[in-house]
C-alpha cells in the first residue's frame, strides 16, 4: 500500500517550510483552519502540512512509501492512536478514520512511490522524487 511519510527533502523551496516529524513517519492530512485556508502561507501552518501520526507535529514536505507488508486495519489503528494521542479533539478529528484513511489511500495511489510533495490547502503538487526505492 502506498502511504504518505514525513521526509527533509526538498525542504527550503519555500519560505514557509518546516519540518518538525521524525523523518520517516506516517502523516495524515488534517483539516485546514479557516485562517489558513485564506493564508496558506499564513501564522498557522496547517493548510501547507502534513501531519505526523506519532509526532503529532507538521512538515510541509513528504514523501510517497510502498509499503508492502501494511495493511488497511494497521494503518486505521495507527491513525486511531494519534487520534486517541490528540484526545480526539473535536476540530482536528472531525472526519471519521475510515474517511480520512480513504482519502490517504486514494491520494498515495495518484502518484508513483518516491514522489516528493507540498500541500496547498486541498492540493498536493509534485516537488520531486527520491526514486521508487524511497
Ligand atoms: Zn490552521
Ligand atoms: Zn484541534
Do not use: H, K
Amino acid at each position: 500500500m502506498r502511504v504518505f511519510v514525513a521526509t527533509s527533502a526538498t525542504q527550503g523551496t519555500r519560505a514557509s517550510d518546516s519540518m518538525r516529524c521524525v523523518d520517516g513517519e506516517l502523516v495524515w492530512l488534517r483539516d485546514v483552519c479557516p485562517a489558513s485556508r485564506r493564508r496558506p502561507d499564513g501564522p498557522c501552518e496547517c493548510g501547507r502540512s502534513f501531519s505526523g501520526l506519532s509526532s503529532n507535529n507538521y512538515t510541509t514536505t513528504a514523501v510517497v512509501r510502498d509499503i508492502p507488508g501494511l495493511t488497511r486495519t494497521e494503518y486505521e489503528a495507527a491513525l486511531t492512536a494519534s487520534f486517541d494521542a490528540q484526545e480526539w479533539c473535536p476540530c482536528c478529528t472531525s472526519r471519521s478514520v475510515e474517511e480520512v484513511i480513504d482519502e490517504l489511500i486514494r491520494l498515495a495511489g495518484v502518484f508513483p512511490a518516491g514522489a516528493v510533495l507540498e500541500r496547498r490547502i486541498n492540493d498536493l503538487n509534485l516537488r520531486g522524487s527520491l526514486g521508487s526505492g524511497a
